[in-house]
């Protein structure tokens, strides 16, 4: 009777997860918005207005271009459901997430891996300039940014012994000191680098911009329209909303959930939203005092990562 | 200070040093390069600090305090002076472009714990432990010293050289003697006087600091 109810309220922490992230990220990103128009002098839109275009996206006439095949209205939908299988699995509120043990940092990568790759086939399928050039763009980017990450992940999982996350979240609640080792700031830094790559963010991408020569991830999405477009904009926000949930309980890992009873969940889902709105808040702030760096710059500020991140794994194999 | 507490903080300084040596090579403009060398004497200083404290070693705090003067103040206000008289070499113009740089400096640091595995042996501390990162800050700065053609740079690769080695002094004999550590420090100060000086003679006969403007003759 007991696994019953453990296996219940895992499932109704994973699934909180889920509504969490995808209720949480258009908010974040209006959130954001509202600080960067704040901090510029302008009123900005209302904080729930994503929200609101998204609504209005889903009302919609379904219109699509007329040469494009099955990868574009594909496209969209595995994005929504790769970062919703992973929000299920990641330790957001609870260290005990459904299948935690198949939540392993290598695994998570490559599943929100799939849901881009298939975008940036999307943003070729239609056929135009500026989808191609947007996907050949943001596919760069991504193929810079993953060696860093995976480097990012071997530093990290020091502590543990494991790249499992929920063991490393564990294993940091349990040992607070891992966190000032140099191996995990230093993985720390440069997972912070590949997650604002990776979430097409200032300084790599300007998320507001339309202007051709600059655009990454808006060149990509041009030709989506209506309930398309809203869901690509849901499963991005979904996503950044993912990937800083998973930097915060890196870095500050308390207030999570232990156990999946109702308190503790309610609990966690509060210390989850406070952290992930602080460095949301946080990165709007920096977004706003910094320029985008030129395109051919870009390598520069990657192989930085990946240099971070191999500083990080020496010292892992130094300081003991 | 406990057990764990010093190696931790042992440790993240020692780090910090070599990230600060590997950034030298990410940043192109020079004020924030010797900015950076300002905050890896800083880190320096807290490694001679944090050894000094945990051996109650009145001396070494000495050194770790000159060390602090003469690195993280001294020397980089020197250094800041020549930029600021000399707008051409505001930037540095790397030989080798900045991501391969990065790529070889990740490819030193692992050259460095490959060579320094009898060494540690032979120091089986928690300080000597960490004697590649001091090993790898150098190799770092041999690589920014001729990889950088402006003088200004190689002032700045000669003191990452320096940094690197006071790191390996101070883990491997878990402090030098007061009156060595001046000496070296007096040193590198006397060097980058000298430098300071020679640039400045170098601007008034060539009219910039590009070294490579030397390999032809004048009368």
Known sequence: MSTVFHLTGVAVASGVQVVAIAAGGPVLVGAMRKVRCRLEGRIGPPILQPLRDIRKLFRKERIRPDQSTWIFPLAPVVLVATVAVAAAITPLVTTEPALGSSSDLFALVYLLLVGSTLLALAGMDAGTAFGGMGSSRAVTIGALAE????????????????????????????????????????????????????????????????????????????EYAGPDLALVTVGEAMRLTLLLGIFVNLVVPWGMSTSTNVVGIAVGLVALAAKVAAVGVALAIFEVCSAKVRLFRLPELLAGAFVLALLGVVSGLVVR | MSASDYSSALGLAAAVVLLCAVVTLWRRSLGS??????????????????????????????????????????????????????????????????????????????????????????????????????????LVGFFALVTRRKAVSQIVGILLVDNGVALVAFLATAGVPLIVELGASLDVMLAVVVLQVLATQLRARHGSLDLDQLTELHD
Not at chain 2, 38 to 46: I, N
């Open chain 1, 147 to 222: 060696p860093a990450l995976l480097v990012t992940i071997l530093a990290l999982s020091f502590t543990a012994h494991s790249s499992n996350l929920p063991a490393i979240v564990r294993a940091t609640l349990a040992d607070p000191g891992s966190l000032a080792t140099p191996q995990r700031l230093f993985a720390l830094g440069a997972l912070l680098i590949v997650i604002v790559a990776e979430s097409g963010r200032l300084p790599v991408d300007n998320p507001a911009t339309h202007l051709e020569l600059t655009m990454i991830h808006e060149a990509m999405i041009l």
């Open chain 2, 33 to 138: 390069i010797v900015r950076v060398l300002a905050v890896q004497g800083l880190a320096l200083a807290c490694v001679a600090m944090v050894i000094g404290i945990d051996q109650h070693d009145a001396g070494l705090m000495v050194v770790a305090v000159l060390v602090l003067a003469a690195k993280a103040i001294v020397v980089p206000t020197l250094i800041t002076r020549v930029v600021r008289h000399d707008p051409a070499s505001r930037e540095t113009q790397p030989l080798v472009n900045v991501p391969a740089s990065l790529v070889a400096a990740g490819a030193l640091t692992f050259l460095a714990f490959a060579a320094t595995r009898s060494v540690t042996l032979l120091v089986p501390t928690t300080a000597g432990r960490l004697i590649p990162l001091g090993l790898a800050a150098m």
